[in-house]
């Protein structure tokens, strides 16, 4: 056999295995498809929009529609609120400016923003980047703080800062909180001259090329969007909210496509992307990866800005969003395997969001599925321990006696008026590990959250949907 004979032979396999490989991945794609037609027939959500990176492949699907007014067909390039993983966005344009000399992660903003004050004077004193990032600052998370969409919106949102409560000493426990990224965007604002959204649009956005992503309504409204919706008895309804206005959108208001999440989805994995500059560093981007402490369940470490948790015993780098119950989003990336996952819809329902992950992370990443934690039955004394109200700021999780056994649901602790259309899900049964850790009684894979006790064995705090929620006396 001669040597061009060997070459046409290795030439042929590697087609009919490039050839093979592409077939299946077409297969998978198909499979995907139809799921995800399914799942969100079954959840009456109007429009979800998915994007996975796997290796050098991007696969998208779509289904359905931006609005059922509008019967527009979702595209790869319809934008959707995004919601909290805006966050991620915010805390990048702050580490663009760590990296200009401009801002330092420890030193107290009140250098930055003499005109900061808390409710406590410690925490005005004290209150630094880092914390924000870390969702450590200690005063109320979730707090209505709109202040409409002129462009003192944000310095109008933070000047009341001083109404919330410091539920903990700065420091020293992680609650997810809004309020905390709010600040965070009034401050980088600040520091560089520019409002937020002009910010993260030249430092983030511009040399990412994401040209499909935006804040602002009148900027959104020249593109492709989806609208958010509401579901009453099964049927979804526009809203004519977005859920969020200019007061609060470095914690959540970003609107984006598919595509653009792609994007950011690669860049977030190894730093490639199709523009020219780069937003950071290459040692930036990683150290806001890495854990900085301990987070709150349904999450376990949290990074600068990124939230982590785990795949069994792999890594995950994600975020994800909900803005009012109108919209919301997964992004999920594992680092390990150059792989990632984003959905977008335009209504909540059915858990479709970790359906798809789910599927995901079974059929594509390789991963071994994550094994069933051992559920434990506990003593009726254990369970009255925890029975009642938490409250975390406008949020109260109940946890009570239902059809399925013990559930957490969780909704809002008072009327928040100006988004009417907010419905809020069901109560969750969930499966006792322990006498302090629970998972979902439909998901025994993963632990949900967690009972802080007394030393009675009181439950005196609630660590859930990455909350520190207090009790309700």
Known sequence: MTTTDTHTMTETQNAETQNASELEESKMQEQLQELVDQWRVEANIPGVSVGIVHGDKDIVVT?????????????????????????????TAAMALVEDGLLDLDTPLVEYVPELTFADETATRTVTMRHLLTHTGGFTGDAGLS??????????????????????PVGEVFSYSNSGFVLAGHVVAKISGLTFEELVKQRVLDPLEMKNSA?????????????GHYIRDGVPFVSNETGLDRGMIPCGGMWSSVRDQLVWARYA??????????????????????????????????????????????????????????????FMTVPEKNFAVTVLTNALGGGIGKKIVDWCMANLTELPTPASLDVVEPEPAAVD??????????????????????????????????????????????????????AARADTTRALGRFVTDDTGRAVMLEFGGRTAKRVA
């Open 63 to 91: 289904s359905g529609i931006e609005s059922v007014e509008t019967q527009l067909p979702v595209t790869d390039k319809t934008m959707f609120m995004i919601g909290s993983t805006t966050k991620v966005f915010a805390a």
């Open 147 to 168: 202040a409409g969409w002129g462009e003192d919106a944000l310095g109008r949102s933070v000047s009341r800062l001083n109404e919330l409560r410091q539920e903990f």
């Open 215 to 227: 804040f602002l309504p009148w900027d959104v409204m020249t593109h492709r969007f989806a609208l």
């Open 269 to 330: 994995l190894s730093g490639e992307h199709p523009g020219e500059g780069q937003p950071l560093d290459e040692s930036t981007r990683l150290l806001m990866q890495k854990p900085q402490r301990p987070a709150a369940m349904m999450f376990e470490e949290v990074g600068l800005g990124w939230l982590l948790t785990r795949y069994g015993t792999t890594q995950v780098v994600r975020h994800g969003g909900n803005v009012s119950n109108l919209q919301v989003s997964e």
């Open 385 to 438: 321990a925890v029975l009642g109200k938490y409250q975390a700021g406008s949020l109260t999780m109940t946890v009570a006696p239902g059809d399925e056994g013990i559930g957490i649901r969780m909704g809002s602790a008072q009327d928040l008026g100006e988004y009417e259309d907010i419905v809020w899900p069901p109560a969750i049964p969930i499966a006792f590990l322990n006498d302090r850790d629970f």
